[in-house]
């Protein structure tokens, strides 16, 4: 049974830091694409940043790159998000998801966490 488990989410002043982390059970990170969405209340599901398999690549939606890495610990089986100079707008709930293919398509990916909140405070 695959189990992911978000932590690391918390209330923070805007400009200010968090890293997020994704841990792993039942499914090999490294062999899997992994992806970091959010939703904000009201608002859709969106697709904030995912890091590939085997041969790990990166890809970010526009409004975070620059400020938000993602990176993965194969030891430990967890991917994290780094997220720097946070605004108000960052303020959601975050999940993590796992999947097959490199897609910022929620569709794309069949096992997710339960989430963990971040509000930006300005």
């Known amino acids: 049974q695959v189990q992911l488990v978000e932590s690391g989410g918390g209330l923070v002043q805007a400009g200010g830091f968090l890293r997020l982390s994704c841990a792993a059970s039942?499914?090999?990170?490294?062999?899997?694409?992994v992806g970091w969405f959010r939703q904000a209340p009201g608002n859709e599901r969106e697709f904030v940043a995912g890091?590939?398999?085997?041969?790990?690549?990166?890809y970010y939606t526009d409004s975070v790159k620059g400020r938000f890495t993602i990176s993965r610990d194969n030891a430990k089986n967890t991917v994290y998000l780094q997220m720097r100079n946070l605004k108000s707008e960052d303020t959601a709930v975050y999940y993590c998801?796992?999947?097959?293919?490199?897609?910022?398509?929620?569709?794309?990916?069949?096992?997710w966490g339960q989430g963990t909140q971040v509000t930006v405070s300005s």
């Open positions: 039942g499914r090999t990170v490294s062999y899997y694409n």
């Open positions: 998801a796992t999947g097959t293919s490199a897609s910022r398509n929620i569709n794309e990916y069949d096992y």
């Open positions: 890091i590939t398999g085997t041969f790990p690549d990166t």
